[in-house]
C-alpha cells in the first residue's frame, strides 16, 4: 500500500453537498418569500393609495416656523409618503440675503408632490417670511410652471401663508392658492414665555404680546383683544382668494392655560373671523393633551398628521361651502377615538380623547 495515498470518505463528502444544496435551496425560498412580501406589501399599499387619495399634480409646499428647519416638516412628509398620500420632489432653501436655492424638480406627471422649503434665518418674522415666500412662489410660477399651490405652514409659517395671500390675492406672476393647511397659528399674539429663543428686544418682540385666559372670541368670532399683528391682517382681509379652503389645526394642552403653551386656542381660532365668507372652505381641528404641545403638533403627532393627509388628498374628504362634512368610514380610518363635533358657520371643532 502507498503510503501517501489518503482514502477519500465519498459518504462524507455526498453528506457534506446535500447540505449545502438544501442550505442554498433553503436560501432562495426564504429570499423569494421575503421578495414576495415586501411586493405585495408595496402592491397593497398602491392599492390602498389609489382608493383613499386623489391623483393631482398640484404641488404642496411646506413651511416651517420660528427657528423651525427642514426636520420641522420631515414628520408631516414622512407620514403622507408611509401613506402613499404624496412624495417628495423638491428642496428650496432661500439663504439669509434672499438668495433661493432648489434642489429637485417638479414635473406635470408627478403624483401629488411635495416641495419643502428651508428658510435659513429663521427667526426672521412672519412679515419677511412672507416676503420671501412671494419670491419663492414667483419663481415657481415662472421657472416651473406651477399654476395652482397648496400650503403646509407651522406657527408663524402660518401666519406668514395667510399674509402672503392677503399681500398677493390671485396675482398672475404667483400660482393660485388650492389649499391651506394651517397648524398652531399666532394670528391675534402669541405668550410671552421669555423662552431663550424669544427677542427680547426690537420690533420682533412685540409680537410676544399674548398671556394665557387673557384673550377670548366674541359672539360673532372676533377676537375682544385685536393685537396690531391681527390688525394687519384684518385691514387685508378683503384680499383673501376667495376660492381657497383652510383647514386650522390648533392645540389645546388640557392644562388650563387654553394654549399649546406657546400660542392660545384664541389666537388660533382667530383665524376664523378674518377668512369666514371670504374662503370658500374653512374647518377647524383641535388637539388636546400633552402631544398638542405647540412643537409637538408638527412632530410625529399622529392625529395631526392623518387631519393633514387626508384634507389635502383624501379621496373622500367631503368639502361643502355650506356645510363640510366628514366621510364617516374616513373618520374611522383615520382615527376610530376622535370625537367629530359638527358645529355652526362651517367650522368644524374635532378633540382627540
Not at 389649499?179 to 399674539?189: E, R, V
Not at 388660533?268 to 378674518?274: I, K, N, Q, V
Request: charged content about 20%; hydrophobic content about 35%.
Amino acid at each position: 500500500m502507498n503510503p501517501n495515498f489518503t482514502p477519500v470518505n465519498f459518504s462524507r463528502n455526498r453528506h457534506v453537498k446535500l447540505w449545502r444544496t438544501l442550505y442554498f435551496t433553503v436560501g432562495i425560498v426564504i429570499f423569494l418569500m421575503i421578495g414576495f412580501s415586501i411586493w405585495h406589501a408595496d402592491q397593497k399599499q398602491q392599492r390602498e393609495a389609489r382608493e383613499n387619495y386623489i391623483n393631482s399634480n398640484v404641488p404642496t409646499l411646506f413651511i416651517h416656523g420660528w427657528s423651525g428647519t427642514l426636520r420641522s416638516e420631515r414628520h408631516m412628509a414622512d407620514y403622507a409618503e408611509t401613506t402613499g398620500a404624496g412624495q417628495r420632489r423638491m428642496i428650496i432653501r432661500v439663504r439669509p440675503n434672499g438668495h433661493i436655492a432648489v434642489k429637485g424638480k417638479i414635473e406635470k406627471w408627478m403624483h401629488n408632490p411635495i416641495i419643502l422649503l428651508r428658510i435659513d434665518n429663521n427667526r426672521a418674522g412672519e412679515f419677511q417670511y412672507a416676503r420671501w415666500l412671494t419670491n419663492v412662489c414667483r419663481l415657481l410660477k415662472s421657472k416651473y410652471h406651477i399654476n395652482r399651490l397648496n400650503f403646509v405652514g407651522h406657527s408663524m409659517g402660518s401666519y406668514a401663508t395667510v399674509y402672503y395671500n392677503l399681500l398677493n390675492s390671485n396675482r398672475s406672476d404667483v400660482p393660485r392658492s388650492n389649499k391651506l393647511c394651517l397648524i398652531a397659528g399666532p394670528y391675534d399674539g402669541i405668550i410671552d414665555n421669555r423662552k431663550a429663543n424669544q427677542p427680547l428686544t426690537g420690533s420682533l418682540a412685540k409680537l410676544w404680546d399674548d398671556q394665557p385666559n387673557e384673550n377670548r372670541l366674541l359672539k360673532n368670532g372676533q377676537p375682544k383683544i385685536i393685537h396690531p399683528e391681527y390688525q394687519t391682517l384684518l385691514q387685508l382681509q378683503n384680499r383673501m382668494p376667495s376660492q381657497i379652503r383652510i383647514l386650522n389645526i390648533y392645540g389645546d394642552l388640557n392644562d388650563g392655560s387654553h394654549s399649546d403653551g406657546v400660542v392660545t386656542t384664541t389666537s388660533a381660532l382667530s383665524l376664523g373671523y378674518l377668512v369666514r365668507g371670504h374662503v370658500s372652505y374653512y374647518q377647524t381641528f383641535k388637539a388636546t393633551g400633552a402631544n398638542a404641545q405647540h412643537s409637538e403638533l408638527h412632530n410625529g403627532n399622529l392625529a395631526v398628521n392623518r387631519a393633514l393627509t387626508n384634507f389635502l388628498w383624501g379621496r373622500h374628504y367631503n368639502m361643502s361651502s355650506d356645510e363640510p362634512k366628514y366621510n364617516p368610514m374616513l373618520d374611522k380610518m383615520m382615527n376610530p377615538t376622535v370625537l367629530f363635533n359638527h358645529q355652526e358657520h362651517s367650522q368644524t371643532s374635532i378633540g382627540i380623547r
